[in-house]
């Protein structure tokens, strides 16, 4: 079973067009990160939310973290072809010998065509 | 600032061979991660190591996986015998992990390994 469902798997809209793509799982979270990578290279970072019910704008985007920490969502505005990727978020879990380690959602494929 | 550097990006392979996928990470960073990457599974966490030592690798999938870090630039992810089921992009990263585990995760450009 996968920790981080993301949804919806495949998106394509056209440019200008707003979005919304989600993050849920049943277990709480002391902070998520939400990554985009795009082909042939490996995730970026985009932002880290670590407050039940936060809001993180970045220019058009804009991320919010639930107010249970165990969901969040990333919003796009007037989107644009240079905003085509795979959107990936991620957690942190316990691993073994008691530290932490990143598990991440399968993604969201959003092409934005132009 | 160089980034995180893996070799080679691209692998073929015949199954039965045995394959080295090395990583250099990003100067100063204490934890590595290797990750794989397939459609069906997505983005899977093998094994991450801090100050060079494997701090969990219940993430690989058979002992024909083994990694090293023998010191702080340096990591080896190896297969042997490679399978064609092991055909996936494979991601190092690297990261400097402190009190605030919130630190972010630098990616490689990925290794493509095709086994045939």
């Known amino acids: 079973t996968q920790l981080l469902e993301q949804s919806p798997q495949f998106l394509s809209i056209q440019e200008g067009e707003n979005l919304t793509v989600y993050c849920n799982s049943s277990s709480v979270f002391s902070s998520l990160q939400w990554y985009r990578q795009e082909p042939g290279e490996g995730p970026v970072l985009l932002v880290t939310?670590?407050?039940?019910?936060e809001v993180k704008k970045l220019k058009r985007l804009t991320f919010q973290f639930g107010d249970a920490r165990k969901d969040s969502s990333l919003h796009i505005t007037a989107a644009q072809p240079g905003d085509t990727g795979l959107y990936l978020c991620a957690a942190r879990t316990l691993a073994q010998g008691g530290s932490e380690k990143l598990v991440f959602g399968k993604g969201t494929k959003l092409t934005v065509n132009p | 600032d160089a980034g995180v550097i893996q070799s080679p990006r691209h692998e073929v392979t015949e199954m039965g061979q045995e394959v080295t996928l090395r990583c250099k990470p990003i100067?100063?960073?204490?934890?590595l991660f290797w990750y794989r990457q397939t459609m069906m599974r997505g983005l899977e966490l093998l094994i991450y190591f801090n100050n060079n030592v494997p701090i969990d690798d219940s993430g690989m999938p058979e002992d024909r996986f083994s990694a090293k870090m023998p010191n702080a630039s340096f990591s080896t992810l190896k297969i042997q015998p490679s399978e064609p089921r092991d055909s996936a992009v494979y991601f190092c990263?690297?990261?400097?992990?402190?009190?605030?585990?919130?630190?972010?995760?630098?990616f490689g450009n990925g290794t493509r390994l095709t086994v045939t």
């Open positions: 990263a690297s990261s400097l992990v402190g009190e605030d585990y919130n630190s972010p995760l630098h």
């Open positions: 939310v670590v407050t039940g019910g």
């Open positions: 100067s100063g960073h204490n934890s």
